[in-house]
């Protein structure tokens, strides 16, 4: 039972000009990206000595908006231009001048720019592409980090750039891998593999003999007639005979990320001291794992680091338009939900313009840059870096992407994220410990589910459309939405929800159908799209789909697979519980119909395939009881249509949430107005408790929010204003109206007691 007390928070909201160093805890980094005058990264002034009264300016009018930390940078190139010979000019400069400012710096690491004195110690250490074609280095990408000199140089470099930042109070923590891949920072004409150098491809073999033991495994796992490992290499085309190969080239790679991110991570001085992160372009759930540059997988790499995260770019120059509501939503619960709820560093959040030669996007506002603050903190964000103060000053993206003019004239976008930034510095011992609250629902992730067809023949985007579509349904009735690896799933931790969704699941491994299974069993509800477990996880078809005994789990199997361009599955007249409002309803499918049989004598009918002349059709949607848990099998993909068409196929996000409200699904906070575009998070901690509402409509919303009786209707406080905020008793709760302004937040905060 909890007991609630008021405390006294004003005091909370006070203005301090104390100077925050990394010795003040807890502390929650909120920066911008600075590396010494206008300088871009990953680039260097070259003679920081003469512009150091200006960077001392810079760094004071940073932490006078109320920002408390800095992103500073080192590039290899330029600090190791003679092998074993550093210059730390720079670092020291930019280190010594934010403590003097009152900021803490996290020092983000690029070996990819990489010395001309590598190429020439290591003739071979160049990337080659699947066609042979050998990359040398143009400023970008560096070289090959299989290969054990230079592996054993960027090691040396991170060891001595952590070792130089360590004598400096400033010095807060190190990421030490910008936006991994295993080529970073370059682009080509064509589609690319990389990489095919022999360090590679024996890294490559090693892994395989590890995996398979033999040679003669190996060619029956891949339908190869191998005489010895030396003639091992990667795939470099697909065929239709097998794809185990391909699928193997593609976990390899997503090994070799974590563990070429380990190697950096550990290379650093006094790990565990300080934390060490990394952060992805995007977070995992937006991307496919079939990029030939090696997407990441989020959730290996969170395991090596202390603080993972990710690059949030909503108004991306490079992106075909800009992210909706749902999409930063999905990508913040998806890096998140990677970080196991240790928090995760928002390494670069998007503070102005996105440009990209020729191209522009819409101005990035001073709202912009409050709301995606207040959004990535609200997904439990550890450390939050604007990219950056001033616009990039050269390359493609010249002029864009800054938070202030690039000579220097402040913008209402730095002030309203310094004002952001400084109600969190200012409230250190509120934020560090607040934690989302736990997720009722999860989607599953698996890479796997990319890799159906092979290499070359994907499911191109159908497979992030699922995912996202369900979310999106969720997400409109303000639901809080975690995603579960495969890996936790087959680690069992699929029980801590009341429903599971599994996306585009043509290709399942048997351990994760043995474990969902085993979730339905313990009394979860598995709602999962067509054609569970078609392949295996080595690409092989099963004999009955749904596969690896997933057919018994949900009382039916494939009877006809149709493909179609337009699928509908018509909800039975009879439906009732949380379905009864979709009674007679037409719902739409994607991709193609996967006409069902009934097998299980518990088996219930919930929609069904249109018949002929009006008969009723073969069912389309299938609900069985197994063990103390329920089992929905839905023969197409209704959420990926939703994504595709959330107007046209409404009725299929409808349908999405009422089988999860059917587990007893339901949002914390039930909101009277602004569906789909406002939404509530709660962030927790032993002391408090903190409310975040967000409107991200472009137009006004008023929207009363109405709570369950375990939130208090004492006084909460407003943290932006320091307000007293007053709930209303309502019949089941607490409520409360808040007028939103256009793409507004509110952030309320009360002080607990537990007993």
Not at 460 to 467: A, G, N, Y
Not at 563 to 574: G, I, L, Q, W
Not at 631 to 636: F, P, R, T, W
């Amino acid at each position: 039972m909890r007991v609630w007390s008021i405390a006294a928070v004003a005091g909370l909201l006070l203005f301090s000009s104390a100077p925050l160093t990394r010795q003040a805890q807890p502390f929650v980094p909120i920066g911008v990206w600075y590396g010494g005058g206008t300088a871009r990264a990953p680039m260097l002034a070259p003679e920081p000595a003469a512009e150091r009264d200006a960077w001392r300016r810079d760094l004071q009018t940073i932490r006078s908006l109320g920002f408390n930390s800095i992103r500073g940078w080192v590039d290899w190139a330029t600090t190791e231009p003679v092998r074993g010979q550093y210059r730390f000019e720079a670092l020291d400069q930019l280190l010594t001048l934010a403590g003097g400012a009152g900021l803490t710096v996290i020092v983000q690491v690029y070996p990819e720019s990489a010395p001309a004195w590598l190429a020439r110690q290591y003739p071979d250490a160049s990337f080659v592409t699947d066609r042979g074609d050998r990359i040398d280095s143009q400023a970008a990408p560096g070289y090959c980090l299989d290969h054990p000199g230079v592996r054993q140089d960027v090691a040396a470099f991170i060891k001595a750039v952590t070792a130089r930042a360590a004598a400096h109070a400033s010095f807060y923590g190190l990421d030490v891998w910008s936006e991994p891949h295993i080529v970073s920072r370059v682009w080509f004409h064509e589609p690319v593999e990389f990489c095919f150098c022999p360090h590679t491809q024996r890294r490559f073999r090693e892994w395989l003999s590890k995996k398979y033991g033999t040679v003669s495994s190996l060619n029956r796992a891949w339908y190869r007639t191998f005489a010895s490992w030396e003639e091992v290499e990667a795939p470099r085309y697909g065929t239709d005979l097998s794809h185990s190969d391909f699928i193997d080239w593609k976990t390899f790679v997503a090994v070799k990320l974590q563990e070429d991110l380990k190697l950096k991570a550990d290379a650093s001085s006094g790990r565990g001291a300080r934390p060490v992160g990394s952060h992805a372009d995007a977070p995992a759930v937006l991307l496919s794992p079939l990029s030939g540059f090696g997407n990441p997988d989020d959730w290996l790499m969170a395991r090596v680091v202390d603080h993972y995260g990710a690059s949030i770019y909503p108004r991306d120059a490079a992106a075909p338009a800009p992210w909706s509501p749902v999409r930063l939503a999905a990508a913040l619960d998806g890096i998140r939900s990677a970080t196991a709820g240790r928090g995760w560093w928002a390494g670069e959040l998007q503070a102005g313009q996105g440009a990209m030669a020729g191209r522009v996007t819409a101005p990035v506002t001073a709202a912009d840059l409050r709301l995606w603050g207040w959004a990535a903190l609200s997904r439990g964000a550890r450390a939050i870096s604007y990219h950056a103060w001033y616009p990039r000053s050269s390359g493609y993206a010249s002029n864009g992407y800054g938070m202030i003019e690039l000579d220097g004239t402040l913008t209402d976008r730095a002030r309203a994220a310094g004002e952001f930034a400084g109600i969190v510095s200012r409230n250190p011992a509120l934020f560090a410990p607040l934690r989302p609250r736990a997720s009722q629902v999860a989607v599953v992730y698996s890479r796997l589910a990319y890799m159906a067809g092979g290499s070359r023949v994907g499911p191109d985007t159908t497979v992030r459309d699922s995912m996202l579509g369900f979310y999106r349904a969720m997400f409109e009735r303000n639901i809080q939405v975690d995603f579960l690896h495969a890996d936790d799933v087959i680690d069992g931790r699929a029980g801590a929800y009341k429903a599971v969704f599994l996306a585009y699941p043509l290709m399942l491994s048997e351990p994760a159908a043995q474990a969902l299974a085993a979730y339905v069993r313990g009394g979860g509800t598995l709602i999962s799209e067509a054609r569970p477990a078609w392949n295996d996880q080595r690409g092989h078809a099963n004999a009955r789909i749904p596969g690896f005994g997933l057919d018994e789990v949900f009382g039916a199997r494939e009877k006809t697979l149709w493909p179609a361009d337009r699928v509908t599955m018509v909800v039975e007249p009879s439906a009732d519980g949380a379905l009864a409002g979709l009674a007679g309803r037409t719902v739409a499918g994607h991709q193609f119909a996967e006409y069902l049989e009934i097998t299980g004598q518990g088996t219930r009918v919930l929609a069904r395939f249109p018949g002929e002349d009006g008969a009723p059709g073969d069912p389309a949607v299938v609900e069985s009881v197994h063990g103390s848990g329920r089992a929905i099998l839905v023969g197409s993909f209704p959420a990926a249509a939703f994504e595709a068409d959330p107007e046209q196929a409404r009725a299929s996000g409808d349908l999405l949430v009422a089988l999860a409200a059917g587990a007893g699904v339901g949002p914390e906070v039930r909101l009277d107005a602004g569906a789909g575009v406002v939404e509530t998070r709660f962030l927790e901690s032993e002391d408090a408790i903190v409310l975040i509402g967000i409107n991200h409509a472009d137009t006004a919303q008023t929207v009363t929010m109405a709570f369950g009786p375990d939130v208090p209707e004492a006084i909460w406080q407003n943290m932006e204003t320091g307000g007293a905020v007053n709930f209303v008793a309502g019949p089941d709760g607490p409520t409360y109206t808040y007028a939103f302004r256009p793409r507004d937040v509110v952030v309320l905060m009360i002080k607990k007691a537990l007993r």
